[in-house]
């Protein structure tokens, strides 16, 4: 059973930067699609990017120019730059080995634990 580790989440003042790692245990990263999800309290879960095996990136809208995917190794990183308020939640890594819908969840077979990232203003 595959599992993932999200670490690197952590308090930081609006505008300021976090980069957050997603570990998985059994296969290397690169055999997966990868997405990050975040949630706030009392909303859903929602997209924020994704990377494939190939490696192709997508972003949200919420995350273009600001946040940036890459991959090494066995580690997906997520580059947080200029981070707003509204970037406050629970931060959880995703994979998949089959075909998706990178913005859908349910597509997603394996979650880590999630990481909490709070922006202050």
């Known amino acids: 059973q595959e599992r993932l580790v999200e670490s690197g989440g952590g308090l930081v003042q609006e505008g300021g930067s976090l980069r957050l790692s997603c570990v998985t245990s059994e296969r290397p990263v690169s055999m997966y699609n990868v997405g990050w999800f975040r949630q706030a309290p009392e909303k859903e879960r929602e997209f924020v990017a994704g990377?494939?095996?190939?490696?192709v990136t997508t972003y949200a809208n919420s995350a273009k120019g600001r946040f940036t995917l890459s991959r090494d190794n066995n580690i997906v990183y997520l580059q947080m730059d200029n981070l707003k308020p509204i970037d406050t939640g629970v931060y959880y890594c995703?994979?998949?080995?089959?075909?998706?819908?990178?913005?859908?969840?349910?597509?997603?077979?394996?979650w880590g634990q999630g990481t909490q990232v709070t922006v202050s203003s």
């Open positions: 995703a994979a998949t080995g089959r075909t998706l819908v990178m913005s859908n969840p349910h597509d997603y077979d394996y």
């Open positions: 990377i494939s095996w190939e490696p």
